[in-house]
């Protein structure tokens, strides 16, 4: 039997950079502020990668700071992206390694709700003769295991944190 802790007045947001990320946490703003809550923004840098061949070169020791420095510019970005260059004090910042699907349902636990972004098209024409496409991994192990409601955004409209800035 799993025990829920109690919700702590947040809501959750699970982001990886895309556009969806940043409509994610434009939403989840907007419903934290409605809401009297906070937000808590988790960028997950999923470390699985294949077992190196044998003629392949052994990470470096300083790889893990270049990650980190990569992973900590894309949280920013996105939340710079969403919310202006002075995010409110309510939104906490996590860069967080793992899982992406198992750190965001750990850090569900107690969440008034996890919000997460969609890149996935729907609607459109011609949408009604084509099947329904379905979401990615992690919203779907998320909507399946999550210890509170889940909401999916789809972006719209929204640019890339991380295209150039001529590209926008």
Request: charged share 20%; net charge positive.
């Amino acid at each position: 039997m799993t025990t829920r802790t109690s919700p702590t007045r947040r809501i959750l947001v699970g982001i990886d950079g895309s556009p969806a990320s940043v409509a994610a946490v434009r939403w989840a703003a907007s419903e934290a502020q409605l809401r009297g809550m906070r937000i808590h923004v988790v960028y997950v840098r999923d470390q699985r990668v294949p077992a190196p061949a044998h003629y392949a070169p052994l990470p470096r020791a300083d790889d893990s700071y270049i990650g980190r420095s990569a992973g900590e510019s894309t949280l920013k970005a996105v939340v710079r992206e969403a919310l202006g260059p002075e995010p409110p004090a309510a939104v906490q910042m996590e860069l967080a390694d793992g899982l992406p699907s198992r750190v965001l349902l750990d850090r569900a636990d107690g969440a008034e709700m996890l919000v997460l972004g969609s890149m996935r098209p729907s609607g459109g024409p011609g949408a009604a003769l084509q099947p329904r496409t379905p979401l990615g991994p992690v919203a779907r192990d998320c909507l399946r295991a999550a210890p509170c409601p889940v909401v999916v955004v789809r972006s719209s409209g929204v640019k890339s944190v991380a295209e150039p800035a001529h590209a926008r």
